[in-house]
C-alpha cells in the first residue's frame, strides 16, 4: 500500500510509533504502510490521515498496537532494522566518497541565506508590506523547519545516535 501522508501525520505516527514512522520514509516504507492500512476500515489515505490527525486516545493506542505488529512482523521476516537503517545510510557515504561539493555548496548556501534573511528580518532592514507578511512568515517556517534536515544530514539524529547507545550498552551486558 502506497501511503502518502502528510507531514503533520507523519510527525505524530513517528511521536506515538517511532519505529513505524521512521519507516515511512525508507526502505521499509511498503510494509509499514501496510501495517498503518489497518488502521482504518478500506486502506483510504484521507481516512487514515484523518484518523491519524484527529489524534482520539484509541486511535493513538492502536497505533501504539501496530508498531507492535510491525517489529513482530520483522522479527518474523528475520529483517534487522538497525542493518535496513545501516545499509540506507551506506548508499549515501558511499556518494561521499565521489564528491561532497554540492552538497556542501546547498548546505552553506541554505543555512547562510536563512540566517542572512533572518537577522536582516529581526533587525529591521527587511520592510514587509502587510498584504505579504502572512506568506512571508509561512515561507520563513518551512524554511526553518528544513534547517533540522540538513544539521541531521551531516551530523546524524538524535535517534540513531539513540540506537547506537543503546546498542553499545546491549553488547557490554553481553
Known sequence: ???????????????????LGAALGGPLGGLAGQILGGLVSGGKVADLE????????????????????????????????????????????????????PQMMLS????????IILSAFFVGKIEISPELKEPFLILLGVITANVPSIMQFWFGTSSGSQRKTDLLAEQVVK
Open 108 to 115: 552553506l548556501l541554505f543555512i547562510g541565506g536563512y540566517f
Open 50 to 101: 484523518e484518523a491519524i490527525l484527529t489524534q482520539k486516545p484509541e486511535t493513538l493506542l492502536a497505533l501504539k498496537k501496530l508498531e507492535q505488529e510491525y517489529i513482530l512482523k520483522l522479527e518474523e521476516l528475520g529483517v534487522e532494522q538497525s542493518k535496513v537503517e545501516a545499509s540506507d545510510r551506506s548508499s549515501a557515504r558511499d556518494l561521499a566518497k565521489v564528491n561532497m561539493r
Open 1 to 19: 500500500m502506497g501511503i502518502r501522508l502528510s507531514e503533520k501525520a507523519k510527525k505524530v505516527v513517528s511521536v506515538v510509533a517511532p519505529s
